[in-house]
């Protein structure tokens, strides 16, 4: 394992300790559920998606367990339970409001997405469809 490779590993376990005490919903510090999403969308919304989860589950007083956190067709996909139903709805109104913002973010850097790609379903910006996809927005 290169060094580099290690003070990076490091650095990602500092980072998921903070999040996993803030959001203990998040699971394990060594591999968060936040990880599952791609670095576009965590870096864009991912954390303001669990303080949002986290002021729903104060409120009720209840704790969330996540099942699976997952890009499909383009969009955030996020499966949970809860330990108080009541606040089932509440919560699912969080998850629908960034699920419809990960369909216009770009999936690799978090910027707004310009072009929606074909087969695999990607939302991204110019610049990541250009330089991924070799696709250059302007000419179309």
């Known amino acids: 394992m290169s060094n580099e490779y290690k003070e990076w590993l490091k650095d990602k376990i500092e980072e998921n300790k903070d999040l996993v005490q803030k959001y203990p919903f998040l699971g394990d510090y060594e591999s968060t559920w936040l990880d599952n999403l791609p670095d576009g969308w965590r870096s864009a919304f991912g954390e303001q998606l669990c303080e949002d989860i986290q002021k729903v589950l104060d409120k009720y007083n209840c704790e969330m367990f996540i099942m699976d956190i997952k890009e499909k067709y383009g969009e955030m996909r996020f499966y949970f339970m809860l330990s108080n139903d009541d606040a089932y709805g509440e919560v699912i ?31 991204v910006c110019k610049h990541c469809a250009k330089n991924k996809y070799e696709i250059d927005i302007e000419e179309k």
């Open 93 to 123: 109104d969080v998850i629908e409001r960034y699920r419809e913002i990960s369909r216009v973010t770009c999936l690799y850097c978090g910027k707004p997405a310009d072009y929606i790609t074909t087969g695999w379903i990607t939302p």
